[in-house]
């Protein structure tokens, strides 16, 4: 939560997490009680960026075309975001990001950078940084990345 507060962040979207993935759903609800506009990702028709609706803790979800969890058609679209939380398969050292392989997150930073300034910060465990990859013209990088060891800024 210290690095989101530091950020001055204000709308923050997280993610519900599926398999293994570290569940960020405790801290989002830290961040909303202390004032900060909540949001989780909807899932798109392919090849397009991901949506992003208000959420609260009581808020009644749905499986959405993956099968992840995410807010309804009934919860207000949330357009501009200060801090978007990045679920990963793998992180190397420079910021770059393995994910499911949808493409989904890259088109989505990529569509937000390009309206404005977002902090994108994956969220991983430590065991899941890897040596570094070839990463694509299209992949986008991560500004931070949060483990159970702290917080780690890459350079650009």
Known sequence: MELVVKLGAKVIAGYHPIGNELDVLPLLEELREVGCVIALPVTPAHDAPLGFRLWAPEDRLAAGRFGVKEPGTEARLIAILDVILVPLLAFDGAGHRLGYGGGYYDR?????????????????????????????????????????????????
Request: overall charge negative.
């Open 108 to 156: 989505t930073l990529h569509a937000l950078r390009a309206a404005g300034h977002v902090v994108a910060v994956g969220v991983a465990f430590d065991e899941q940084e890897t040596a570094a990859w070839g990463a694509g013209d299209h992949d986008q990088t991560l500004d931070w990345i949060l483990t159970q060891s702290g917080a780690r800024r890459f350079e650009e």
